[in-house]
Structure formats: C-alpha cells, structure tokens
C-alpha cells in the first residue's frame, strides 16, 4: 500500500499492461519527476511526497530590494531558465507590493519599462529568459538609455556549470549588455544578493539610465535568509546650483537683451514651474523641442508650440526673431531647429551637454529650476526684455486659420491629419498621457495637436518604430488609475507589437490606441521622392485593425470621413478599458 498524498482517480484500465509499474524518466536533468502508480480497479493512485512551505531564496532578497527601490511594475514573459525570480515576483505580487505584466515579445517589456520612466523618473523592470529573450530587449533599452530614462533590466542565465560551454542559449549577457548598460553584472552564489540589486537601482536612479543584473538558473533557487536593502542613505538631492560666476554672465546677458526665446528640452520637465516663471518674469516666448512637448501649454500666452521640422510657424518665427537664446536641458541635437549662430546661454546638469554640438556663449551647469529661479532673482526689473504677449497672439491665431483650412481638406483618400489632431486637441484630457510613435504620425502630432497638460512620450533620440503602443502599456501601469492614456501609431509602427493588444485585453488596460492606417511606411515613400527615388517596398498588407481588435476582445470604431472623428473618439475615451480608433488615414495630407 501507497502512502500518498495526492490520488488522481482515473478510469481503471484493465489490459495487460496496465500493471503497476515505476518507469525511470528519460535521462535529461530538466526532466518531470517519476512517482510510482498504482492501478486500481477504482482509477490510478500516484504517491506523491508531501508537499513542502516555501522557503525564502536569493531571489526573494532581490525582489524584496527592488520593491524598496520604488519598482512597483514588472514587464517580461517567464521562462524556463527564470523561474526561480519568476516565483520570487509571483510571490511579491501576491503580497500586493508589485505587479507583473506577462507580455508577448520582450521588446515591448523593454519600451513599457523605459516609457515608465520617462513619464514618472522611477523605476518599472524588465525581465526576459536567457538567450533570445533577454537580446530581444535591446532596442527598447536603448531608447531608455539614449532618453535617460531609468530601467531594471533582469535576465536569467543558464546554469553556472554549463556558462561558457556552449549550452542551449548559452550568450555572454554581461558583454551583450555592456554598451547599453550603465551597469551590468552577473549575480553568483557567492554574492551579496540584496547589495548587487542595490547597485543596480541606484545606477539606473542616479545614472537616469539601464541597470542590468544576470541571474544564473541555480542561484535563483539558492536558499537565503539574508535581509533585504532600500535607498537609505544612498541618494543625495540632486538639485545643484550653478557656480556664481556663470550665474553671473547668464544675468548680465538676459538683462541686455531685447527678444530672449526661452527654448525648452525634456531635461526641463520636472522644473517647468520655475522657468514659465522666468518666461513670465521676462515676457519672453517660450518653444519646446519635440520631445519636450505638452512642457508648456499651447493656450499660455507665451506657449510658442515645437521646434523644429515637426514643430509650428510659431515657433520657427520667434527663434528667427531673437537676439538671444535661453536654452534649458535640451540637447541640441539636428532636429532641435536651434539656431547655432544665435547667442546662445544653455543651463544644464550634465556637464557633457553643455556645448555639445558647437560652442555656446555662456554655458551653466546647474540644476534647471535652481538656476530658471536664481536668474528670477538676479535679474529683478533690471532688464531690457519687451513682453511679447500680444505677437505670440497674433501668430497663433495666423497658425490657427491655417490649420482650420488644412483640416477641411479631402481628396477622398482618407482622413487628414489636421483634421484627425483638431478632433485630437478638443476631446484628449487636458492632463492625458499620450504616447506616440515614429513616423509621418508623430510628425502630425507635433505640428497640429494643441497641448494642455498632456505628457507627451516618445523615442526621442533613437526614434525606434513600434514604441508607442507598448509606451502606452507602461504608462498605464504607472498613472492609468488617475489619467487618461492615449497611443498615437501609424500601421507600420502598431505592426511591430500587434499582438500586445491582447497583452493590453487581458490586463484590462485602459488604453485609447488612435491608429492611422494609410496602408504604407509613408515617411520612407516620402524621403524616397525627396530624394528623386522610386517609391518602393513600403506598402503594407493591412488586416482590418478594427475586426483585429474586436477579435482580440476589446472595443473600436473605425474613421473613414472627417465628420467621423468625434463621434469615434468621445466613445473610445469614455470606454473603460482598450479601446481603438481605426483611421483611415490620406497618406499626402500631414
């Protein structure tokens, strides 16, 4: 007679080789443990040994770390040499101090994680499997890396004894990870679990960058009673005020100048209370760089719009208008439209941006709000600063008449972006998150949508298709219980992650994904005409997206007429949970 545990009853068998029996598993280390049976006339008996408690792991140090570092979001899909941090995860969701989401490609965890921190500066995680799954998140983690926005990236990592040996998904994954990586390390049995997850979270923070740690499959499982460790004590206020003397040049140049342009970057986006007061305190008009978008309303009376190539009139105007340039954390990159033979005085708290492209004529290393605010204060009334009020009005409404004809127009090949961004600006809550992709879209959205208090996400520098609707994910996980989140794609871009829509459904995630479908990469076509090239190979073999997102179990409504486009998007923003609105989109009217 059996002790067992556990019995499976199942129909008895009474053919001869239905006897009991105990058959040795195949001989492979990952192989399912064998118990014997018993076959009865009642069904089959299985004796199985009694079931142990859980004990606490190596694993559990790191996850019970993480959490006091802030990670409140995981993004990753579990995998055969991650299940030991898989249960460690599992555990501290079901202890209410963190959520998994299980995602269909690990490039979307990457971009979910990284549009995490870019919306918040706080940390969500990635998490792959050895091999593949952890490569397949490099892309998203560099657009983290080039943006500076902090990310956990934690792979698994086939077995200590078979590393090096050209095991099955045996890589290098603290080299693979070198240059993406602000810091990367692999964690050994030896080790001390809960500092080197410390290290990691405090790289990623401080460095506003990706911090990758390697976990070989044995010691995931290693039994551990080590305690966990937090940020105590690690961090310091990085709020830095500029040396006197550059604050000093930067005043005496505000205060002789007649028409400062403040220009905003996204490293200004935690301090813009500070340097609208300085806009204010000057009458100075204020433009953003694309990325910094929705960092001062277009309804302020000094909000010029963007900069640059997907940016207003507005703002290309007053840059060519001024006689100096007040640039704060932006970078100054080609697509900035920054004019470099302007006086130029750039505040920043890298030191490496300062000056990057060329020469500027005072630069100052600070803290942004520090310095927007010290300026304030140095420069009292004693400046010769015109407010510009009534100029930046009469330009808005020149820009404003213009895009009310463009949003009129129909060749009867689809909506317009004008119009679509029109219907945009009046229904998207004013302090939505919008996350937008690459392409002819994220062009249109930058030059038409009138921003509020939106926060604008996109892959800034890397400028990677297919990071919007996974950037959407991420924003949800971070603000979606208190904001609205909204996904600007074009096909080609919502085609990389399709399948996250499901991810986005079994979540419940309350996402309005607008989606311009125009059947063709029409960015490509239209660099291939600019360039006197035959159009090639851009056109798309589309699904019906809105049947694609029905089927996948969400709501949509698809936009074939301009008159569509309220209707459409009032529905799909009032639905709680995924929801699409399909545009069929004129690929020549952007």
């Known amino acids: 007679m059996f002790a067992t545990q556990l019995v499976f009853v199942m129909p008895a068998c009474t053919a001869p080789a239905c006897e009991k029996r105990y058959t ?20 089959v008996y299985v004796a199985l040994p009694p079931e142990s408690e859980r004990s606490r792991t190596a694993s559990d140090v790191m996850v019970e770390t993480m959490v006091a570092w802030g990670v409140r979001a995981v993004f990753g899909m579990v995998g055969h040499s991650n299940l030991g941090f898989a249960d460690a995860l599992r555990a501290a969701e079901q202890r209410g101090e963190l959520r998994f989401f299980g995602i269909r490609h690990e490039g979307a965890a990457a971009f979910a994680a990284g549009a995490y ?56 994954l603290e080299r693979v990870f070198a240059d993406v990586a602000t810091y990367s390390q692999t964690v050994l049995a030896g080790s001390d679990h809960a500092e080197l997850m410390s290290q990691a979270c405090k790289h990623a923070l401080g460095d506003r960058g990706v911090a990758h740690l390697v976990l070989p499959d044995e010691v995931q499982v290693q039994a551990s009673d080590a305690p ?48 609208v007061r300085l806009a204010e305190h000057l009458g100075a008009p204020v433009v953003t760089t694309f990325k910094a978008k929705g960092q001062v309303s277009d309804h302020h009376p000094l909000g010029c ?63 942004v709000g520090v310095t927007a605010n010290a300026l304030v204060d140095g420069l009292g009334h004693d400046h010769r600063s015109t407010d510009r009020r009534p100029e930046v009005a009469e330009r808005w409404g020149i820009w404003r008449a213009e895009k009310a004809s463009r949003a009129t127009d129909d060749r009867g090949a689809g909506v317009s972006s004008a119009a679509l961004f029109a219907s945009m600006s009046r229904h998207v809550a004013a302090d939505a998150v919008v996350c937008v992709d690459v392409g002819n879209n994220a062009y249109s959205f930058g030059r038409y949508f009138e921003v509020e208090r939106q926060s604008v996400l996109m892959s800034g520098y890397l400028g990677s298709i297919g990071f919007g609707f996974p950037a959407a994910m991420g924003a949800w996980a971070a603000v979606g219980d208190r904001r609205q989140v909204v996904a600007v794609t074009g096909d080609g871009g919502f085609g990389q992650y399709a399948m996250e829509w499901t991810t986005a ?35 798309l ?25 309220d209707h459409a998007l009032a529905a799909a923003l009032a639905h709680r949970g995924p929801s699409v609105v399909h545009v069929l989109a004129d690929v020549a009217l952007l």
């Open 505 to 539: 459904v079994r979540y419940g995630m309350d996402v309005t994904h607008v989606l311009l479908d125009n059947a063709e990469l029409g960015k490509i076509s239209k660099e291939q005409r600019a360039v006197e090239l035959d159009v090639w190979q851009t056109d």
């Open 117 to 172: 921190g870019k919306l918040t500066g706080e940390l969500a995680a990635c998490f792959a499997i050895a091999g593949p799954g952890s490569t397949n998140l490099l892309t998203g983690l560099y657009d983290a890396t080039v943006d500076r926005a902090p990310v956990l990236a934690v792979s698994g990592q086939v077995p200590s004894k078979a590393k090096g040996r050209g095991a099955f998904q045996d890589l290098d």
């Open 305 to 367: 719009g963007v900069l640059g190539r997907s940016g207003t009139p507005i703002a290309s105007w007053f840059m060519n208008e001024s006689d100096l340039i007040v640039a704060f954390g932006a970078s100054f990159s080609n697509h900035t439209g920054i004019a470099p033979y302007k006086p130029i005085v750039q505040v920043d708290s890298d030191p490496l941006a300062l000056g990057r492209f060329h020469p500027v004529e005072v630069p100052v290393l600070g803290d």
């Open 228 to 275: 966990s460790a937090g940020p105590a004590g690690r961090l310091g206020d990085p709020r830095v005020a500029p040396a006197a003397e550059s604050l000093a040049l930067a005043i005496d140049r505000l205060r002789s100048a007649e028409r400062p342009l403040i220009v905003v970057g996204h490293g200004a986006r935690r301090d813009m209370d500070a340097v």
């Open 541 to 565: 073999a589309n699904p019906d997206f809105t049947a694609f997102a029905e089927l996948c179990g969400a709501r949509a409504w698809k936009v074939e007429r301009a008159d569509q486009l």
């Open 24 to 43: 040795p598993p195949p001989p492979f280390t990952d192989a399912p443990a064998a118990y014997a049976v018993d076959v009865r006339d009642d069904g």
